[in-house]
């Protein structure tokens, strides 16, 4: 009797640190990334957790969209027949004019136009003048590599850095995309003639030390490569001097340059009751302290296409991948930020703003401020701006970064995919390639039909990216690797249109901890008091009811669960009871 009752100890002891140990890891999981602490452990659990979940998607049946999306690809037999990529912007101009005369809603691009077409000065034109006359219907791409951890106070640094290095261009004034977040006092100041100083300051010694470097002059002495290289690393400075701003690194802190600085801030303050009268250094204080960490990702220097192209662009949007700690592609970020200066700081992601336009819809972000200033993501709905009162078509399930996991349909081509090189030619018909479902094996197969252009093009949102296997964007993915980036981008619309998400339990952090302990207590108790073959059984029919119900929720209701931690627990409570169990008899029989 004493051996089951010490049994039955060791399973609740191994329970109860299961318990502990699933709280601490959800608070890990559902902190934001750029909030959590560093810590090797819960990451390596994390990549245990999300390769174990990687299971489900392989196991479970392939489905198919009716989503009204198609991509438009520069994929190898595009670049066979038209050339090396990138093309020329003149044909790029043709195809966008020829998708939006077929009745294409809108044509996104996960391409960016970086630099001028030198080698054929009317290629710009002809493009941005496509641009130009349909800017509710175009969507142009940036990027970012620079995830930025800064100070919280430091992102009204980031927000004058984003719009001083060409953010004004990319974030324009956005009917279907709106911030919902409490401000105070410090956000509505006027900042920009402040940082202004503080900037040219900055870019006048990055072009001192080029020039000084290089033995010229001035910068008209520069090649076109050589200036391109200085505007570069003006950029970069002033987003690595925002990571010193108000901090003891500050170079406008010293004891050379306080005097004339103390001026400026006192200047930006002037019409604030609360703050102008502080000194300089309780100013300081009371900026650093007002701010707490932001949850939407944060990216510092964004690249641009090409100004004449910029310019007559209404929309521009990110088409940032964003990679679990595995590298893998499971989530995907509906928008990003620099700074949180409302309206001029948040970049949507390729798949939103595309679908929003696709409405008319717009999307509203709901940020909530906790009594200690701790920002959290409330809500994010979509509201239908065609009905009058507008109505919400649907609240989606985002964490609290502002991602929704990615719901794939099944392996690349699972969607409508259009060669580009269709796109030049005028036949009436368009091949296109997608996977439809063999009723035999109830599996996808790649399938190529040809279709009306006209009829198919019609009201269908498009994404242009690039597949050839020589461009590599390419990414890894819970269903395979070498999926193309696009594909991300298209997935993720289609989602949006079908609004058909995976999701997380939303209370898993309160309750599967307590049920590691309730199960793995009554379990322990079991195996305890049955014998060694009688456990046995009985442990593998716990698994597999529990890995059949993990899998039919994830199936049938698209419902997400961080079940590792399950079979983790019972795996250890089994053991650790079976190799007390195993001493002890032989011990017994020792004694014998």
Request: charged share 20%.
């Amino acid at each position: 009797m004493k051996t089951e009752k010490i049994s039955i100890l060791i399973g609740i002891t191994v329970s109860a640190l299961f318990m502990w140990f699933g709280f601490h890891y959800f608070k890990y999981v559902d902190t934001p990334a750029i909030q959590r602490p560093y810590s090797p452990f819960l990451e390596g659990i994390e990549v245990l957790d999300l390769r174990f979940n990687d299971i489900k998607y392989k196991i479970r049946p392939p489905s198919q969209s009716q989503a009204p999306v198609a991509l438009i690809a520069i994929d190898d037999a595009s670049v066979r027949e038209i050339g090396r990529f990138p093309w020329s912007r003149e044909m790029i101009a043709e195809m966008t004019d020829n998708l939006l005369k077929l009745g294409a809603k809108s044509v996104s691009f996960d391409v960016i136009f970086a630099e001028p077409e030198t080698s054929n000065p009317q290629a710009d034109s002809a493009f941005a003048k496509v641009i130009s006359d349909n800017p509710d219907r175009i969507v142009l791409g940036t990027f970012s590599e620079n995830l930025v951890d800064f100070q919280p106070h430091q992102d009204l640094c980031v927000a004058e850095a984003f719009l001083a290095t060409g953010g004004d261009q990319l974030v324009k004034i956005n009917p279907s995309f709106a911030i919902d977040e409490e401000t105070h006092a410090i956000d509505d100041l006027n900042w920009a003639p402040l940082f202004a100083t503080l900037f040219q300051t900055i870019q006048e010694r990055e072009q001192n030390d080029l020039l000084k470097s290089l033995g010229k002059k001035s910068p008209e002495e520069l090649s076109t490569f050589q200036k391109n290289n200085l505007k570069a690393r003006q950029s970069m400075a002033l987003f690595e001097y925002c990571k010193t701003w108000l901090t003891k690194h500050d170079i406008f802190l010293s004891p050379e340059n306080i005097g004339q600085v103390e001026t400026l801030y006192h200047d930006v303050v002037a019409d604030a009751p609360d703050l102008k009268n502080l000194k300089f250094e309780d100013l300081r204080s009371r900026i650093r302290k007002s701010y707490k960490t932001h949850p939407i990702p944060q990216y510092g220097e964004w690249t641009p296409n090409t100004l004449e192209l910029q310019t007559p662009a209404t929309y521009t949007s990110s088409f940032i991948a964003q990679l679990d700690a595995d590298g893998y592609v499971r989530r995907y970020p509906l928008f990003f930020r620099s700074g949180h200066k409302l309206g001029t700081s948040f970049i949507p992601s390729m798949a939103l703003q595309s679908f929003l336009l696709s409405g008319p819809y717009r999307a509203e972000l709901k940020m909530a401020t906790a009594k200690d200033g701790e920002k959290s993501l409330d809500q994010f709905n979509i509201y239908d701006t065609s009905k009058e009162p507008e109505v919400k078509i649907a609240s989606y399930p985002v964490d609290g970064s502002g991602q929704l996991l990615i719901n794939y349909y099944g392996r690349q081509m699972s969607l409508p995919y259009v060669s580009a090189k269709e796109l030049f030619n005028d036949e009436p018909t368009v091949k296109v390639t997608t996977s439809v479902m063999n009723q035999e094996s109830k599996q996808l197969v790649i399938q190529t039909k040809e279709y009306d252009k006209k009829e198919f093009f019609k009201d269908r949102s498009l994404i242009v990216g690039a597949t050839a296997v020589g461009l590599y964007d390419l990414r890894n993915t819970p269903l395979e690797a070498n999926y193309p980036g696009p594909e991300l981008h298209l997935t993720m619309l289609a989602n949006l249109f079908d609004k058909h998400f995976l999701k997380q339990w939303n209370q898993e952090a309160q309750w599967l901890p307590v049920v590691l302990f309730v199960g793995g207590t009554a379990l322990a108790v079991a195996w305890a008091l049955l014998g060694s073959l009688s456990s046995l059984l009985g442990f593998v029919v716990f698994i597999l009811v529990i890995g059949a119900l993990d899998l039919w929720i994830f199936i049938k209701h698209n419902l997400l669960i961080h079940s590792f931690l399950i079979y983790a627990c019972a795996f250890a409570g089994f053991g650790a009871i079976q190799v007390f169990k195993y001493f002890t008899e032989e011990k017994k029989k020792e004694g014998t």
